[in-house]
Structures are given as structure tokens and as C-alpha cells.
């Protein structure tokens, strides 16, 4: 009988390095490869006739899909997947994992920094030293934290981070997401919102963290900034694409809003053009939010560790497609 093959696929940049936790696989007779690709036609080779496919730095389009003959499942690094085509995947009965959690503390600091960064104006105060400027509170009143009201769009975990953090500086904190277990705002001590609009009318900051998907393209557009106080915050540590920059820019030029804290961009790199980084009042960061000198190895124990319980025949803890479970089990047999 032939071994079940486990394919990682990585690209030869050693920017982002993915590679194999090897203790996952510990008493599994698996044959583990590792291919460094160039482009998507490489891709597609590779993953030809591998029973799990760990990939990151590539899209997984329909056509690699297509070329997946033996794959049971996709196992990536990150959090995100929008990388992968899950309906394609899903389509062909193959199991996508992410990486949930691999980095959510760090995130959430980040998240927390740009808030804290943004009430006490660390960046313009810095600025304004370093032309002279001995500049005054007077001059950028900024209100106490305690008491103010934090609303969070999407309550998973990097949401339930931050809302603790949030506490702690002594926030009240409310949250909007459609899907949520019921136990975790009871367990997080969040009240719950319905009407993200009105959410976002009761908030001095707004963070939105979310994974991106056709549902949640654009889900903070012109509508969502108009519904927000002119003295409130945006915070984006998840994906760029989540909001329509267009409208953030209208909403930061025309004062909808005070101003934003900004970790990710529709476009990434982003233009150094990019009207967002020409304002004094928002605050950004290269897509940093998730790098910590642990980050990195715990994406690869979390994928090696999705793609072993796989082989096992045993239920991944972070699944992206669950209906897909029921085929491949009924094909095992």
C-alpha cells in the first residue's frame, strides 16, 4: 500500500519561510516532501498526487484545485485563507484548515497599541518634536480611556484578545458578529450588537477583525463610516479588503472621523502614494500586526498539526469548509 503523501509547498523566498513541524508526524507512515515552487505552473506539478497539501505564499486557484487528484485536504499558515479558492476546494471534497491562532495575542496587542496610540497621539507628538514643535495637550485634547466605548466588529479570537485588553484599560466593550456562539460574549463579558450601523454610532473606537470572504468585502464602506462619530477611531489589523478605502479616505478628508489606525491595505504593498498615508491622523503599519519571533513557528506547528490529525482520520481543530468532513470520511471507507 502506497504512503499517504504529504506535499509542502513553499516559494524560494526566505521572507516568509514555511516549512514542516516534524514532531506532528511522530508514528505516522507518511512520505513528507517539501517543493520549492516559482509560479503557479510549478504549483500545479506539485501538488499532484500528494494526499495533504501544505501551502503558503501561492494562490490556490481552481486550476491547482483541478490538479489535486489524490488531495484529501489544504492546510495553510495563516489566518487568512482567502488565498485558497474554498469553493473549488469545497467543490472537489478537499478540507481547507487555517491557521487560527497562531498569532491572535499579537494581533491583539496590535490592535491595542494603535487604540492606545491613537487616544494619547504618541505619532503626532512625535512628529512635532522632531521639527521643533514642544506642542501641548491643549492643543490635541485627549480624553480619558475609562469609560469610553470600544465596539468590535467580528468576536473570534483575536476579537475576545482584544476585548480583554480593551477591559483592562477600562473600556466598555460591544461587539457585532452574526456568528458567534451564544456562551462567548457571556464568557468575554461583551454585550452584543445586531444592527452593526448602530454599533458603530455608540463607539469612540471601532476595530474590525474578520476573515475576508465574499460576504465581508467592503463591510466597512461609506455607509458604515457615516453611521460612526466624528470623534471616533478605525482600527484595521485583518484584511484590507474588508474595507472600501475609497470611502475611509472620503471619511477621514471630510472628518466623519477622527482618524485611523491602519495595519492592512486593499492593495499591499500599498502605494506610498496612497492618500491614507499622507494624513497627519491616521496612524499605519506594513501588515506587521501578526509578527512576533513565535509567530512564525507556531504557523508551522499549527498546519503540520492540522494536516497529522487528518491522516489520523481525526477532526481538525480549525476547519474552514466542514461540510467537506462527511465525504472524505465516507471515502476513507
Same mark, same amino acid.
Given at each position: 500500500?502506497?504512503?499517504?503523501?504529504?506535499?509542502?509547498?513553499t516559494?524560494?523566498?526566505?521572507?516568509?519561510?514555511?516549512?514542516?513541524?516534524?514532531?506532528?508526524? *511522530?508514528?505516522?507512515?507518511? *512520505?513528507? +516532501?517539501?517543493?520549492t515552487?516559482?509560479?503557479?505552473?510549478?504549483?500545479?506539478?506539485? +501538488?499532484?498526487?500528494?494526499?495533504?497539501?501544505? /501551502?503558503?505564499?501561492f494562490?490556490?486557484?481552481?486550476?491547482?484545485?483541478?490538479a489535486m487528484?489524490?488531495?484529501?485536504?489544504?492546510?495553510?499558515? &495563516?489566518?487568512?485563507f482567502?488565498a485558497?479558492?474554498?469553493?473549488?476546494?469545497?467543490r472537489?471534497?478537499?478540507? +481547507?484548515? #487555517?491557521?487560527?491562532? %497562531?498569532?491572535?495575542?499579537?494581533?491583539?496587542n496590535h490592535?491595542?497599541?494603535?487604540i492606545?496610540?491613537? #487616544?494619547?497621539? /504618541?505619532?503626532?507628538y512625535?512628529?512635532?518634536?522632531?521639527?521643533? =514643535?514642544?506642542d501641548r495637550?491643549?492643543?490635541?485634547? /485627549?480624553?480619558?480611556l475609562?469609560?469610553q466605548?470600544? &465596539?468590535?466588529?467580528?468576536?473570534?479570537?483575536i476579537?475576545?484578545?482584544?476585548?480583554?485588553r480593551?477591559? $483592562?484599560?477600562g473600556?466598555?466593550v460591544? @461587539?457585532?458578529?452574526?456568528?458567534?456562539?451564544? %456562551?462567548?460574549?457571556?464568557e468575554?463579558?461583551?454585550r %452584543?450588537?445586531?444592527?452593526?450601523? @448602530?454599533l458603530?454610532?455608540?463607539?469612540?473606537?471601532?476595530?474590525?477583525?474578520?476573515p475576508? #470572504?465574499?460576504? !465581508?468585502?467592503?463591510?466597512?464602506?461609506e455607509?458604515?463610516?457615516?453611521? %460612526?462619530?466624528?470623534t471616533?477611531?478605525?482600527? #484595521?489589523?485583518?484584511r484590507?479588503?474588508v474595507?472600501? *478605502?475609497?470611502?475611509? +479616505?472620503?471619511?477621514?478628508?471630510e472628518?466623519?472621523i477622527?482618524?485611523?489606525?491602519?495595519? =492592512?491595505?486593499?492593495?499591499?504593498? !500599498?502605494d506610498?502614494?496612497?492618500?491614507?498615508?499622507?494624513m497627519?491622523?491616521?496612524?499605519?503599519?506594513?501588515?506587521?500586526?501578526?509578527?512576533?519571533?513565535?509567530?512564525?513557528? $507556531?504557523?508551522?506547528?499549527?498546519?503540520?498539526?492540522? @494536516?497529522?490529525?487528518i491522516l489520523?482520520?481525526?477532526?481538525? &481543530?480549525?476547519?474552514?469548509?466542514?461540510?467537506?468532513?462527511?465525504?472524505?470520511r465516507?471515502?476513507?471507507r
Amino acid at each position: 500500500m502506497t504512503k499517504p503523501r504529504v506535499v509542502l509547498v513553499t516559494p524560494p523566498s526566505k521572507l516568509f519561510p514555511y516549512d514542516l513541524h516534524q514532531p506532528a508526524f *511522530e508514528g505516522l507512515d507518511v *512520505e513528507l +516532501v517539501t517543493v520549492t515552487c516559482r509560479d503557479q505552473a510549478e504549483v500545479v506539478q506539485a +501538488v499532484r498526487g500528494a494526499d495533504v497539501v501544505m /501551502i503558503g505564499g501561492f494562490r490556490v486557484d481552481a486550476e491547482v484545485i483541478a490538479a489535486m487528484d489524490r488531495a484529501r485536504a489544504i492546510c495553510g499558515f &495563516s489566518h487568512g485563507f482567502e488565498a485558497i479558492d474554498l469553493e473549488a476546494a469545497t467543490r472537489a471534497g478537499i478540507l +481547507v484548515t #487555517n491557521a487560527a491562532r %497562531m498569532c491572535h495575542l499579537e494581533v491583539a496587542n496590535h490592535a491595542m497599541a494603535l487604540i492606545l496610540t491613537l #487616544n494619547r497621539k /504618541i505619532v503626532q507628538y512625535d512628529r512635532a518634536m522632531r521639527r521643533g =514643535v514642544w506642542d501641548r495637550p491643549a492643543e490635541r485634547p /485627549i480624553p480619558p480611556l475609562e469609560g469610553q466605548t470600544a &465596539s468590535l466588529v467580528g468576536l473570534g479570537a483575536i476579537g475576545q484578545a482584544l476585548a480583554r485588553r480593551l477591559q $483592562a484599560f477600562g473600556l466598555q466593550v460591544i @461587539a457585532h458578529d452574526p456568528y458567534v456562539e451564544p %456562551m462567548v460574549p457571556r464568557e468575554v463579558g461583551v454585550r %452584543m450588537a445586531l444592527d452593526l450601523p @448602530a454599533l458603530l454610532g455608540d463607539s469612540d473606537y471601532v476595530s474590525v477583525q474578520v476573515p475576508f #470572504n465574499a460576504r !465581508t468585502r467592503h463591510l466597512m464602506g461609506e455607509r458604515e463610516f457615516r453611521a %460612526m462619530r466624528s470623534t471616533a477611531y478605525f482600527v #484595521n489589523c485583518c484584511r484590507g479588503a474588508v474595507v472600501d *478605502e475609497r470611502a475611509l +479616505v472620503r471619511a477621514l478628508q471630510e472628518g466623519w472621523i477622527a482618524g485611523a489606525g491602519l495595519d =492592512v491595505f486593499e492593495q499591499e504593498p !500599498t502605494d506610498p502614494a496612497n492618500p491614507l498615508l499622507q494624513m497627519d491622523h491616521v496612524i499605519a503599519t506594513p501588515h506587521a500586526a501578526g509578527e512576533s519571533t513565535e509567530s512564525g513557528a $507556531a504557523s508551522t506547528r499549527v498546519a503540520s498539526g492540522e @494536516a497529522a490529525a487528518i491522516l489520523r482520520g481525526e477532526w481538525p &481543530s480549525r476547519v474552514v469548509n466542514p461540510e467537506v468532513w462527511g465525504r472524505i470520511r465516507e471515502a476513507r471507507r
